[in-house]
Nanobody
């Protein structure tokens, strides 16, 4: 599985961006896909995940109501719509995937994911 992230950029506070993660290989519905981010000087953190099978979604508390993950099976792509962006959302965003079964306690750990995209920079600044 290869993942290609895109859609980052510079946006003002309150603005929106849409990130995409295109997967090559098995259909994206075959695996759990998520987004993580890493700000300068900080550890990589979980943002959102879309679990295969039951299609459950999991969000970091600080992005609930502002970010939405969706899956386009026809294009084998997962999107992350980010609205009402804040300066603290500034980070490099990485998409990740896992083909094995995943349980709730594993969802938010980056070590649970087997495949990673290259990262895309999101900068929220006036």
């Amino acid at each position: 599985v290869q993942l290609q992230a895109s859609g980052g950029g510079l946006v003002q506070p309150g603005g929106s961006l849409r990130l995409s993660c295109a997967a090559s290989g098995p259909p994206s519905r075959s695996y759990t896909m998520g987004w993580f981010r890493q700000a300068p000087g900080k550890e990589r953190e979980f943002v959102v995940s879309f679990r295969r099978g039951d299609l459950s979604t999991f969000y970091k508390d600080s992005v609930k109501g502002r970010f939405t993950i969706s899956r386009d099976n026809a294009e084998n792509t997962v999107h992350l719509q980010m609205n009402s962006l804040k300066p603290e959302d500034t980070a490099v965003y990485y998409c990740a995937a896992r083909m094995r079964r995943i349980i709730n306690s594993q969802i938010m750990s980056d070590s649970s994911y087997d495949y990673w995209g290259q990262g895309t920079q999101v900068t929220v600044s006036s």
